[in-house]
């Protein structure tokens, strides 16, 4: 079976600073794993996916996550946070047959 | 750019009173999802949906959860008899063929009292 963890529930930077949001999966074969946000009374917006195609997968507003199949990890992160970041962070992994299974979260906090 | 929508974006109901969902998912997707995500705790899998028939459902979905897409835009859940148990934000998502990538609505905040 397939399954995320994320491993903080809260992250807090200071703006300018780089941004790491762990995430280990658990699944049975290649899966495609993907980094949501959520901002405040927002829906979850994509913001990259693994697919198998390159390990390092970049995605929108400066993030980008690295699949490393020997750590069993895709941890998310931006080189320098800003305070539009602010948000809550799901990774997921899609359990193969037409659903996603979320991680916890990850509240990310910027501070000025 | 296309969005899912859902009405309403929240919703207070009685226990015992049924409640409908509602979501507009993106025209040409195919597939189409139900999660919850109950105050505190993770994202959670209800239902799928395609070619007008339940793909899958969890262990969630019980008898008082129904899913229908009645008129080709509109995609419905419908709760018979809710409970406070209920409570939580409801998402819906829906994908297009040929990839697994899921696209948000903003969700429905049920509270059920």
């Known amino acids: 079976a397939q399954s995320v963890t994320q491993l903080d529930s809260h992250v807090s930077v200071s703006e300018g600073t780089p941004v790491l949001l762990r995430c280990n999966y658990s699944?049975?074969?290649?899966?495609?794993l993907f980094w949501y946000v959520q901002h405040p009374n927002k829906g979850l917006q994509l913001l990259l996916k693994?697919?198998?195609?390159?390990?390092l997968v970049k995605g929108i507003n400066g993030f980008e996550a690295e699949f490393k199949k020997s750590e069993t990890s895709f941890h998310l992160t931006k080189p320098s946070a800003h305070m539009s970041d602010a948000a809550e962070y799901f990774c997921?992994?899609?359990?193969?047959?037409?659903?996603?299974?979320f991680g916890t979260g990850t509240r990310l906090k910027v501070l000025a | 750019e296309p969005e899912v929508t859902q009405t309403p974006s929240h919703q207070v109901t009685q226990m015992g009173q049924e409640v409908i969902l509602r979501c507009v998912p993106i025209?040409?997707?195919?597939?189409f999802y139900w999660y919850r995500q109950i105050l505190g705790q993770k994202v959670e899998f209800l239902v799928s949906?395609?070619?007008?028939?339940?793909?899958?459902k969890s262990e969630i979905f019980d008898d008082q959860f129904s899913v229908e897409r009645p008129d080709g835009s509109n995609f419905t859940l419908k709760i018979r008899s809710t409970k406070l148990e209920d409570s939580a934000m409801y998402f819906c998502?829906?994908?297009?063929?040929?990839?697994?990538?899921?696209?948000f609505g903003p969700g429905t905040r049920l509270t059920v009292l």
């Open positions: 949906f395609y070619n007008n028939e339940i793909s899958e």
């Open positions: 998502a829906s994908n297009p063929p040929f990839t697994d990538t899921q696209y």
């Open positions: 025209s040409n997707h195919l597939y």
């Open positions: 699944s049975s074969y290649s899966p495609s």
């Open positions: 997921v992994v899609n359990g193969g047959t037409y659903k996603y299974i």
């Open positions: 693994y697919t198998s195609a390159a390990t």
